[in-house]
């Protein structure tokens, strides 16, 4: 296990070396300008000169090349560079944010994977009964349903028709202190809508894996042997309809980073998706090759954490690879 | 490693996960303060500024709550002093500017505030190591120096009228802003000024908090504590402000429609120098023959603009000065007058081809017209150009592109332009009609030239005779009428609806640019509480 970790590990930094100078290629092949991004409004009555002068400041006039390279090996040394996008450096931008993003992130994939499992081992239970055809249908229904058209929905209704939940921000807008209370209730209504948009994904692979191992023989030789519904339920059928679903888990991760960043967008989130929006946009180098090498990690993070948990899960798979 | 001890890893890495998130969000502090309350304002804003440093160009048009500037401009656009005493005592040859300093100013952190600050913040701008893309706006100025602790002179390289105007640049403390690196110091996002209000958060893409700064030179603000919610969707701020989240929001006219009438929300409507125009490029064999240009100046139905698109919110535009404004040239109001274009083309020589489009010697009369992806707005109003044009026999093909595709087509095809300063007509008129700036960046768009323009604008900029100067931009808009190098549609209102417990609102006459400063709460610290 180990073993495997340490080889995905070494093979994780010619990957990600390798998506900086994509990031770095594609935003320099984009027809953004970086120094109209930077100059904004101010940048329509400005005089050549002065934008001539600001794209010195900022390097933009430099090879794409020794762009990169600089900041590779400025980052290696810990300096991540300065975000023009930000007006502040690139290690500021992201500390602010992450915290926040990674709160929404796990919340909402919490909320999935445990809803969807406990749904879909009720739907497996009774597969064609009504909770399973209702919970199916809706399953498909959300599949199809962008993240960011949920996320209107709910303040629509829930912070508009209803008035019971906040419909964007961190904490109450008039408040400039961040207090536990407001956090978690400003918390609900993203996270539940990401963690919705994620549901159909781990209740239909339950309802699925479940459903088949409950027709296989161990289960029916354990219900033969007189066990308890619970038990063949949770101890057998549970552990083998788990598998698919651990795969899955890691192949999530890129969903929820896209999800993530237009639900932030929806509720006024003030997560690194916004910022990476932003750094794509404003062709803000620095700042968007350090958000795509985390990114980037977090995936590869995602897709050793299953097939870690995999390997936990069912021993015939081991941790050789 | 064994089954066991892995179930024991995962559950440390859970609980280390939890742990964290507890802790992000544990952050002590005392309850929010019930929104609603009488001494706080929360708005809903649609742009945030890049920064907040005056250094960089924030606020510099005034406003800017944290800072202050030599002078500000009040309701009426008059100049009046604020970090001065008074207003500047300007030299016979007009090229010297001696501004005294008010007595007893702090910055919030305490340190008073002197005339080595004001030294520092311009020429902090004017150095060019400094990315502040309005630097022009300064290329009169020679030289800035204090005399003494509480005296500024400005040495201006040539004669320039409005400069007063452009003293209302925010001042930034030297001793903070003057140790760390201009353009991306901690500064820029924890600014300290000498301001009404003092920043206490911004939590960018989410909101702007300010609370009211106790020991502001011009009395403590009433409104305690104030937010800018940062709401880029139309819908979602006019749903929020439904919901009560905010106690006020700009909205474009037709949201704003749905708060009409409505007990306890009142609606400010702030009249502006933001115009909407049409680009006609010299460059171009059709949009730049004197007759064409001419005949869509009137075929346009500015009237039905107005109405249609911005559900009467505006007014219609015949320059960059708006009707209501006392820089307006009357006599230069032009008739929707289809008929009256139809002959100006019939005289120049541009007859009807087979598809009814007009052709003169070879060349049709169709030209291409770029607007900006996303902006509805320009978006109706070269849809509505385009088939005015259609009905005098001009194909105009309108396009939709970013300013990157855009600015290299500048120079040969049309383009939905927006603009408008107030605070003086020479501020938007010399970058936009100035020959010798044609296609300098976005100046002057339509590479329009025409010497008598020019010279008007040199005398305008240069003469401190307000009757000269009245008489010059008089000149700029009778020739505008004579050969017209741009279509200009329409002036828009901005509409601001705000909740009704304060007294003391009012509007300034706006600009382009509506993000901080602009709207009912460019006084906010004038606000006080209804009884």
Redesign the interface.
């Known amino acids: 296990?180990?073993r495997m970790a340490g080889r995905r590990a070494l093979l994780a930094v010619p990957v990600l070396v390798t998506v900086t100078f994509a990031v770095f290629a594609v935003a320099a092949a984009s027809?953004?300008?970086p120094v109209?991004a930077?100059?904004?409004?101010?940048?329509?009555?400005?005089?050549?000169e002065?934008?001539d002068?600001?794209r010195a400041?900022?390097g933009v006039d430099q090879p794409l090349v020794s762009r990169w390279w600089d900041w590779l090996t400025s980052a290696l040394t810990g300096d991540l560079g300065?975000?023009s996008?930000?007006?502040?450096?690139v290690a500021d931008v992201i500390a602010?944010r992450i915290?926040?993003s990674?709160?929404l992130a796990?919340?909402a994939f919490a909320l999935a994977i445990v809803l969807g499992t406990a749904l879909g081992v009720l739907a497996a239970r009774r597969r064609g009964g009504l909770l399973d055809r209702c919970v199916s249908s809706l399953a498909y229904t959300l599949e199809a349903a962008p993240a960011f058209w949920l996320g209107?929905l709910a303040?629509?209704f829930f912070?508009?028709e209803l008035?019971v939940l906040?419909?964007?921000?961190?904490?109450?807008?008039?408040?400039?202190?961040?207090?536990?209370g407001?956090?978690?209730r400003h918390l609900v209504l993203p996270a539940a809508v990401l963690g919705v948009s994620q549901l159909p994904w781990f209740f239909l692979y339950v309802r699925q894996g479940v459903g088949d191992a409950l027709d296989e023989d161990p289960v029916r030789g354990a219900r033969a042997r007189g066990l308890a519904e619970r038990t063949v339920l949770v101890g057998h059928a549970l552990r083998s309809g788990m598998l698919p679903m651990l795969t899955l888990i890691g192949s999530r991760v890129p969903e929820l980073i896209t999800g993530a960043l237009l639900v932030e967008t929806?509720f006024?989130?003030?997560g690194i998706a916004?910022?990476t929006v932003?750094a794509a946009t404003s062709v803000d180098f620095p700042l968007l090759a350090a958000l795509t090498v985390l990114a980037t990690a977090a995936v590869l993070l995602g897709n050793l954490l299953s097939d870690?948990l995999y390997g936990?899960a069912d021993?015939r798979v081991g941790f050789d690879g | 490693m064994t089954g066991r001890s892995i179930r024991a890893a995962a559950a440390t890495v859970m609980a280390a996960a939890l742990t964290f998130g507890a802790a992000a969000c544990s952050n002590p502090g005392n309850g929010a303060a019930a929104s609603g309350a009488k001494d706080s304002a929360v708005v809903g804003i649609a742009y945030e500024p890049d920064s907040l440093n005056p250094l960089l160009g924030y606020g510099k048009d005034g406003n800017s709550k944290i800072f202050d500037g030599l002078l500000a401009f009040d309701e009426d656009m008059r100049l009046r002093p604020a970090l001065a005493a008074e207003l500047p005592d300007v030299s016979a040859d007009r090229l010297t500017y001696t501004y005294k300093l008010r007595k007893g100013v702090r910055f919030s952190d305490g340190t008073p505030f002197s005339a080595k600050d004001v030294v520092f913040t311009y020429r902090t701008v004017l150095d060019e190591k400094t990315n502040n893309a309005s630097r022009t706006e300064l290329d009169a100025v020679g030289d800035v120096r204090a005399d003494g602790d509480d005296t500024v002179v400005f040495t201006l390289k040539y004669p320039y009228a409005p400069f007063a105007q452009r003293t209302v640049l925010p001042i930034a403390p030297e001793h903070i802003a003057g140790r760390q690196d201009v353009n991306t110091g901690p500064f820029t996002t924890k600014p300290i000024g000498t301001g009404p209000y003092i920043l206490t958060g911004w939590s960018k893409g989410e909101k702007i908090s300010f609370k009211a700064n106790p020991d502001y030179w011009g009395g403590a603000p009433a409104v305690k504590k104030f937010t800018m919610a940062i709401i880029k969707d139309d819908d979602v701020r006019a749903t929020r402000l439904r919901a009560g989240d905010l106690d006020g929001a700009i909205l474009p006219p037709n949201l704003a429609k749905g708060f009409e009438g409505e007990q306890g929300r009142k609606t400010h409507r702030a009249t502006t120098y933001d115009y909407r125009t049409v680009t006609l490029p010299t460059g171009n064999k059709v949009a730049g023959d004197t007759a064409v240009r001419r005949a869509l100046d009137i075929a346009v139905d500015r009237q039905a603009m107005v109405d249609s698109i911005l559900d009467g919110a505006g007014k219609p535009a015949y320059g960059p000065v708006p009707t209501g404004s006392e820089w307006f040239t009357e006599g230069t109001r032009r008739r929707h007058d289809l008929a009256g274009a139809k002959k100006i083309l019939d005289e120049a020589g541009w007859k009807p081809g087979k598809d009814g489009i007009r052709v003169k010697n070879g060349v049709r009369a169709a030209f291409p017209l770029w607007y900006l992806t996303g902006d509805k707005l320009r978006q109706d109003h070269a849809l509505a150009y385009a088939s005015d044009a259609k009905k005098a026999g001009i194909d105009i093909t309108t396009k939709a592109g970013t300013w990157e595709v855009i600015e290299p087509r500048m120079e040969h095809d049309a383009v939905l332009a927006g603009g408008g300063a107030p605070g003086d007509p020479d501020f938007d008129q010399y970058l936009l009609l100035n020959s010798a700036l044609a296609g300098d960046g976005f100046n002057n768009m339509a590479r329009y030239v025409n010497p008598a323009v020019d010279k008007a604008l040199e005398t305008g900029r240069r003469s401190d005779d307000k009757a000269t100067r009245k008489a010059a931009y008089d000149t700029v808009q009778r020739e505008l009428v004579k050969n017209p190098g741009y279509t200009f549609l329409t002036h828009i209102d901005h509409l601001y609806v705000v909740n009704d417990k304060w007294d003391g609102l009012t509007t300034q006459v706006e600009p382009h640019d509506h993000g901080l400063a602009s709207g009912p709460w460019w006084n906010v610290e004038d606000w006080t509480p209804k009884k």
């Open positions: 296990m180990a027809p953004f300008d109209k930077y100059t904004g409004s101010a940048g329509l009555t400005a005089s050549q002065n934008l002068q600001i400041n900022l300065d975000s996008v930000m007006r502040q450096p602010e915290g926040w990674a709160l796990l919340t209107l303040i629509w912070a508009l008035g906040p419909a964007g921000g961190l904490t109450d807008t008039a408040s400039d202190t961040v207090t536990a407001q956090v978690a929806v006024s989130w003030p916004a910022a932003q870690l936990l021993p």
